[in-house]
């Protein structure tokens, strides 16, 4: 039985993360609640975002690492978050590296069906005991 990623990642914003990754080397996400950060996948260097113990690691895109408030996840826990890449105004209005590429990372989502969110839930169980 195959795992389910809790993010996963289309092919145009891996290709932009492998840009970035050339460019800048490691890299993290972590999904911004909204308000003066907007509502989006944020990619920053490790380290320019402190990221909290009550922060969720919600699984890797690449090899990078994707977090977010733990607020949020009691939102989204039973969605997959699906990372896109959408062209955007140059500098953007955003604090995410590929801003001055003329790129942002967009959120998209799709709800798991009772089977997917069951097996999920049971995984997690797993890994905490």
Not at 13 to 19: K, P, V
Not at 30 to 50: I, K, R, V
Not at 117 to 124: G, V
């Amino acid at each position: 039985m195959t795992t389910l990623a809790r993010v996963t990642a289309t092919e145009g914003a891996l290709a932009l993360i492998a840009q970035l990754q050339a460019r800048h080397g490691a890299l993290m996400f972590y999904q911004s609640s909204g308000c003066c950060d907007n509502s989006a996948p944020n990619c920053y260097l490790p380290g320019e975002l402190a990221i909290s113990p009550s922060d969720v690691l919600l699984g890797h895109i690449g090899d990078v690492p994707f977090y977010m408030s733990s607020s949020q996840y009691a939102y989204w826990k039973s969605s997959q978050m699906i990372v896109d890449a959408v062209d955007a105004p140059l500098g953007g209005d955003n604090f995410s590296l590929e801003g001055p590429l003329g790129k942002a990372f967009l959120s998209r989502s799709r709800l798991f069906s009772d089977e997917e969110f069951s097996r999920l839930e049971a995984e997690e169980a797993l890994h905490r005991s």
